[in-house]
């Protein structure tokens, strides 16, 4: 048991070896029992800006936590000038659990996975029928990520003038994923976001998309005006241009009580810290089948005890079929 003031012995102390003069450094750390809370809502460059209650405060993170990092999203615990006025600047003390993560790696080869997005209940994967080209398989990276961190999916297709989304929602059509489809002249009208309003109200939604999709755009249509971003040209063939959208950020919803985080156009979804255990979750009629698999099955093999499962009527063959085109995507390349 650690020990305060005079009450403190040798035990409570450690030094630095092999330097002179040091000062002694004690194990206990205080516990900030009276930290505010507080929402972050973006980080830039070891700057983050947090609500607390209803004042926008900069802060950054105490030493004390040592390389864990805050992303938009977490709930963190702040000491020191929480007042908000220029200059200011407070400590995180404390980065509390978190009920969610979007997590992805720079390739499939990267063993250094990257949280994008924390606390988010929703993952709305915003992709465009044409100009460019819609890319099934950065969906299923999408769709495997968000199973693998506790959030669930929606679909947001857009263009839909340029070219029909029946395809794309017969790919999708087993795993029952909710969706809206919108048009570019209903995302000038106001009328695309409307309807995605509907499926955001009291929820945190984190939104995802290959650069040129519209996806800030339709996020500026969901917020108020005065919280808007920028947008810019990307070319739909190279994906070169202006994306605006360089770091993520979280943004109240009006009147609804949710919020929308943007985040930077992708080229890339990254699988490498995904363990294929965790994917068959989403998939709760097919988990009982699993019982009779061979140990650290991937459930893409001869010996899958999900094969016989769905021969037996227990579970849509197009679930089982779908389950594994998500697996599989860890092994294939995007562009595939």
């Known amino acids: ?67 864990k990092a805050a992303v938009v999203g977490d709930r963190v615990a702040l000491v020191g000038d929480l ?21 992805r790696t720079a390739d499939d080869d990267d063993p250094f996975e990257r949280v994008v997005v924390a606390n988010a209940d929703q993952l709305a994967i915003v992709t465009a029928l044409a100009d460019p080209e819609p890319r099934p398989r950065l969906i299923d990276r999408c769709l495997v990520a968000a ?52 499926q955001l109200g009291g929820r945190v939604t984190a939104f995802v998309g290959h650069s040129g999709v519209g996806k800030t755009t339709l996020v500026n249509a969901l917020v108020a005006q005065d919280r808007r971003r920028s947008t810019g040209h990307v070319n739909a063939v190279t994906g070169r241009g202006r994306h605006t959208t360089t770091s993520a950020l979280a943004l109240p919803l009006p009147k609804m009580h949710g919020w929308v985080i943007d985040t930077p156009g992708v080229r890339s979804f990254g699988l490498a810290h995904i363990d294929p255990s965790r994917v068959i979750n989403a998939f709760p009629d097919l988990v009982p089948g699993t019982e009779g698999c061979p140990r650290a099955c991937s459930h893409d093999e001869p010996d899958c005890a999900l094969d016989d499962w769905v021969a037996q009527g227990h579970a849509d063959p197009a679930r089982l079929y779908s389950l594994r085109r998500l697996l599989s995507t860890r092994e294939r390349t995007e562009g595939d």
């Open 83 to 103: 007042t908000g006025k220029k200059d200011t600047l407070a400590r995180i003390v404390r980065i509390e659990e978190r009920t969610s993560v979007l997590r």
């Open 1 to 67: 048991m650690r020990r305060y003031g005079k009450h403190t012995d040798e035990d409570d102390i450690r030094t630095r070896p092999g330097r002179r003069n040091t000062r002694p450094r004690s194990n206990i750390r205080p516990k900030h029992e009276d930290a505010a809370e507080g929402m972050v809502i973006t980080v830039d460059r070891g700057r983050l800006t947090v609500l607390v209650d209803d004042r926008i405060v900069m802060a950054m993170k105490a030493r004390e936590l040592g390389r």
């Open 147 to 198: 199973f693998d961190g506790g959030l669930e999916p929606l679909l947001v297709l857009t263009k839909s003038d340029l070219a029909p989304p029946d395809e794309i929602l017969e790919l999708y059509g087993a795993l029952d994923i909710p969706h809206v489809v919108t048009s570019r002249e209903e995302l000038e009208t106001g009328g695309a976001a409307d309807r995605v309003r509907e």
